[in-house]
Nanobody
Framework: QVNLVESGGGLVQSGGSLRLSCAST????????MAWYRQAPGKQRELVAA???????NYGDSVKGRFTITRDNAKATVYLQMNSLTPEDTAVYYC?????????????WGQGTPVTVSS
């Protein structure tokens, strides 16, 4: 069974950095897409960054130039390096992954890790 587990969240001052990690447990899985989403209080969940297995990446407009997503495919792990954090980055960050085979797609979500950026 696929289980995504995030870690690395916490409290950081404005201008600081954090690195989030997300790893699959329960066995080896090969993911096509891995991504990070976030949800702030009272707002919809939004895409932060996404990465394909071959290394192509996409970022939400609000984090471009500040965040970097990387993958370790051998470990089925994805990271999010967050720099120059602001209070607007405060949210619960969720790991996402999927596996695709023809018309079949399976989607997985982690439980979320909170990030709080103080002024």
């Amino acid at each position: 069974q696929v289980n995504l587990v995030e870690s690395g969240g916490g409290l950081v001052q404005s201008g600081g950095s954090l690195r989030l990690s997300c790893a699959s447990t329960g066995g080896f899985f090969r993911f096509d897409l891995m991504a990070w989403y976030r949800q702030a209080p009272g707002k919809q969940r939004e895409l932060v960054a996404a990465a394909t297995e071959d290394g192509s990446t996409n970022y939400g407009d609000s984090v471009k130039g500040r965040f970097t997503i990387t993958r370790d495919n051998a470990k089925a792990t994805v990271y999010l390096q967050m720099n120059s954090l602001t209070p607007e980055d405060t949210a619960v960050y969720y790991c996402y992954a999927d596996r695709e085979s023809g018309r079949y797609v399976a989607n997985y979500w982690g439980q979320g890790t909170p990030v709080t950026v103080s002024s």
